[in-house]
């Protein structure tokens, strides 16, 4: 390879390391991954049935549909995490008084038994992330970051 191209590849790289949506998507890869593994082994959770208890825990009851607008995840991922999660008898599913085509999933006694030890260890995990900015930068991250969101959402409508 010639010293042109190494510096085609290279600032290839330095493209894509500063395009926003890479850098999200691999932010938050790293800060599931590093959730998911501080918790996988002790509840054989992976990150899309983590995602869903987490908004059932948090919401309660919702439809897949719900579930998908929450955590943007795909549908089929979603479809996956729920199917799963009723294996394990972590979900439960039940009609939906107000349509009678779709269901709510809900957590059982036992998932809500591990969604309470898992949140504290997620918490931590964020604290941990958040160790060495000030209680401004916190803010002023979690600001920016609903703004970016909403952007995006307010783009996608329009």
């Not at 049935?49 to 579930?67: I, K, P, Y």
């Amino acid at each position: 390879m010639t010293s042109a191209t190494n510096d085609n590849n290279a600032a290839g790289a330095g493209q894509l390391a500063e395009f926003l949506p890479y850098q999200l998507s691999v932010a938050s890869n790293a800060v599931s991954e590093l959730i998911s593994a501080r918790y996988r082994k002790r509840f054989a959770l992976k990150i899309p049935e983590w995602r869903v208890m987490a908004v059932l825990g948090d919401a309660g009851a919702a439809t897949q549909r719900d579930l998908t607008e929450a955590t943007l995840m795909d549908k089929v991922a979603v479809n996956r995490a729920c199917k799963v999660l009723e294996e394990r008898r972590l979900v439960a599913r039940a009609p939906n008084a107000r349509d009678g085509r779709s269901h709510l999933l809900e957590l059982t006694g036992e998932g809500r038994a591990i969604h309470q030890e898992v949140m504290p260890l997620a918490l931590q995990t964020e604290r941990d992330l958040f160790d060495g900015f000030d209680p401004q930068e916190q803010a002023q991250f979690r600001s920016l970051l609903e703004r970016m969101r909403a952007r995006a959402a307010d783009l996608a409508e329009g």
